[in-house]
T-cell receptor, first 113, second 114 residues
Framework: AQSVTQPDIHITVSEGASLELRCNYSYGATPYLFWYVQSPGQGLQLLLKYFSGDTLVQGIKGFEAEFKRSQSSFNLRKPSVHWSDAAEYFCAVGARGTDKLIFGTGTRLQVFP | DGGITQSPKYLFRKEGQNVTLSCEQNLNHDAMYWYRQDPGQGLRLIYYSQIVNDFQKGDIAEGYSVSREKKESFPLTVTSAQKNPTAFYLC?????????????FGAGSRLTVL
């Protein structure tokens, strides 16, 4: 079955600390991978995506993610978290020619000063 | 600026009433989507449309209906048949199929059943 797992429901970090949000997927075809961010009461915004090529992709707001096919993972990282990064983060998987995107259940990030 | 406009932002409904959520985009995107978001469950696809006058059921279509009479508009009706309609509803659009294209989201509509 096709699925996306975000094992961490809630993560708390101090401002300035590094961050890694985990994402594992199960998908039959070559995956297209996305990370979206959602501020409270708002819609989602794309952080970054991976379709092919270099497995380390850079996104907006200083985020990056690494695609590891052998581990079926697409973890999101940031070297130094800012208070404004507090939000909910969603990993999603799709594929070329497919109508649907499968979302994980999200990870809520809390940042302490 | 181009984007997606959802209205109303907040909506209250009495049991047994139908309500319609509006979604308008000026991005010239062909595909449009409706998602439902509940705490801890991520986003679940209700309906989607790849072209005018055509739409498909998503994973949780029961109790919902849609229309796509214009490229720019994709309204969602929550009918009285939807047993638990209280949720946050998100409309999105993309230039092509969602699996391989970036989704642009609206700001959402929160529906509460009284």
């Amino acid at each position: 079955a096709q699925s996306v797992t975000q094992p961490d429901i809630h993560i708390t970090v101090s401002e300035g600390a590094s961050l890694e949000l985990r994402c594992n997927y199960s998908y039959g075809a070559t995956p297209y991978l996305f990370w979206y961010v959602q501020s409270p009461g708002q819609g989602l915004q794309l952080l970054l995506k991976y379709f092919s090529g270099d497995t380390l992709v850079q996104g907006i707001k200083g985020f990056e993610a690494e695609f590891k096919r052998s581990q079926s993972s697409f973890n999101l990282r940031k070297p130094s978290v800012h208070w404004s990064d507090a939000a909910e983060y969603f990993c999603a998987v799709g594929a070329r020619g497919t109508d649907k995107l499968i979302f994980g259940t999200g990870t809520r990030l809390q940042v302490f000063p | 600026d181009g984007g997606i406009t959802q209205s109303p932002k907040y909506l209250f409904r009495k049991e047994g009433q139908n309500v319609t959520l509006s979604c308008e985009q000026n991005l010239n995107h062909d595909a449009m989507y409706w998602y439902r978001q509940d705490p801890g469950q991520g986003l679940r696809l209700i309906y989607y449309s790849q072209i005018v006058n055509d739409f498909q059921k998503g994973d949780i279509a029961e109790g919902y209906s849609v229309s796509r009479e214009k490229k720019e508009s994709f309204p969602l009706t929550v009918t009285s048949a939807q047993k638990n309609p209280t949720a946050f509803y998100l409309c999105a659009s993309s230039i092509g199929p969602a699996g391989a294209n970036v989704l642009t989201f609206g700001a959402g509509s929160r529906l509460t059943v009284l």
